[in-house]
């Protein structure tokens, strides 16, 4: 929906909230037009019900407000007496408009002091539950979410298992485009098939004000930008419609900001001619072949191990057993292996035929060579012709929602004629450190602004898939930080320590204050 259509649609939901219960703020001692206006009737509607006027800002925060719109028409109710299961069942069921029944069919007896304690043990229950959820969901949605790498394409930097928190104020936290959806989950109910959220209505896009942009060279986390694969409908569809906060999370490495020009030379990413340099806990791992002697026994298990390999590594042929082909290796751990006895060469793998796989899949490059590519700039024009359009296509059509039509060497947006086309937003180049085990941009193409989710900041656990028992805790990475200078250093144990002073701390000052009394 448009800004003007959610507009049209808010005055709608005031004129029925007018309608529906102009009488009960009479009832109240009210005036009947203090219904009508907006905003300043959900604040007075607050103070009829007993209830904090900062409640009315819940009212306006996406899901948030699914919550507690039910919350208000059953406190409306409980003031006018209406306290029956009854009355509670049959106000939810009709999404609110049973009070039109109450406003005009009932006598309305207001009861302005009422009890606010729940009654009973079981509401006392829900109400704790709906407090939580409502906490929880602010925490989620605009300040941490925690997310779990699924994927080894940033391996030795982020590992499959580790469990993070991701920060979504460090970019600004992206106001719910969805606005119908279950709290606290993403596209998907748990243990289940099916859709978690509603594709109608849909806000248009917001961010709060962050503190920082996204550099070069950050990790981030954003939504998959062709993530349209089938997952919830009929199984003859294999593609499907998802709101952009509700396609599948992807972390990356940011290689390329708004106005770069992007090249990759033999694996090595370039940034306006120079090469990108990378922090120090960035390790980027290829391919490579190892050829051995035939003669020399090497103790391959051990050797991985102490080489930390964890992506697939083989033999090209058992019977020769003369060549081994490592999915993803570092720099450092080639080294190792040129000056490990048997091995004769370590080869990396460099891809140079065209790939029409690669982005934009016009034939023309490969994962290993790439570019030079422009990765736009909101506000920033550039020239329409039939060689630069599939680098623009999905952004015009699929990203700013553009009508896009082309008949031989004419392309026409909106039906104008166009020869060039100006950004409406910022556009990033998002790469995996296992650079030939990763679906990332090369792939796809540019991550839109808007798809931006938040910057991952801390791993709190770190489960190895592959550990047994306790083993399979990494304790070296557990409360340790994504980001910073040097090696990643674990404060669990000063996680521990402060715990012990805090719970030791609080027995003396409570035998402190007993001795007091």
Known sequence: ???????????????????????????????????????????????????????????????????????????????????????????????????????????????????????????????????????????????????????????????????????????????????????????????????????????????????????????????????????????????????????????????????????????????????????????PQFSYKIALDGKTPIDFESLFKDLDVTDPAGFIDQTKRDTVIMSALT??????????????AVIRQISREDDNGVFPHINKWNRDNYGPVYIPEEGKTVALTAETLPFYKAIITDYENNDLKVNGSEIRINGEIATNYTFKQNYYFMMGDNRHNSEDSRYWGFVPENHIVGKPIFIWLSIDPNGKGINKIRWDRVFTTVSGEGQPQSYFKLFLLGLVIFFVGEYFWKKRKASKV
């Open 1 to 283: 929906m448009s800004v003007y259509q959610w507009f049209v649609f808010f005055l709608l939901v005031q004129i029925v909230h007018f309608l529906g219960t102009w009488k009960l703020y009479e009832a109240a001692g009210r005036k009947k037009w203090e219904a009508a206006v907006p905003v300043y009737n959900a604040i007075v509607l607050m103070k009829i019900i007993g209830r904090p006027s900062w409640w009315t800002i819940l009212l306006f925060i996406p899901i948030i407000n699914l919550i507690i719109f039910p919350v208000v028409w059953v406190e409306t109710l409980r003031s006018f007496g209406k306290r029956s299961g009854l009355d509670t069942f049959l106000v939810l069921i009709t999404l609110g408009f049973y009070l039109y029944y109450i406003n005009y069919t009932q006598k309305l007896n207001y009861i302005s002091d009422r009890s606010l304690s729940p009654q009973n043990k079981a509401a006392d229950t829900v109400s704790s539950l709906l407090f939580a959820i409502v906490v929880a969901t602010i925490v989620h949605t605009y300040f941490i979410q925690p997310y779990t790498i699924p994927t080894s394409s940033l391996e030795k930097s982020l590992l499959v298992g580790d469990f993070l928190f991701v920060s979504k104020m460090n970019y600004g936290a992206r106001v719910p485009m969805t606005t119908v959806a279950l709290p606290m989950v993403h596209d998907s109910i748990p243990l289940t098939k099916s859709k978690s959220y509603l594709t109608w209505p849909q806000l248009p896009y917001m961010r709060l004000p962050g503190i920082q942009n996204i550099d070069r060279t950050d990790i981030v986390v954003f939504n998959w930008p062709v993530d349209t694969v089938f997952r919830f409908f009929d199984t003859s569809k294999r593609r499907a419609y998802k709101p952009v906060d509700k396609k599948s999370n992807y972390v990356k490495r940011c290689v390329g900001i708004p106005g770069d020009n992007l090249s990759i030379k033999d694996g090595m990413v370039y940034i306006d001619g120079k090469i990108l340099q990378l922090p120090e806990r960035a390790k």
């Open 331 to 344: 720099e450092s751990g080639a080294e190792r292996l040129k000056n490990t006895p048997g091995i004769t």
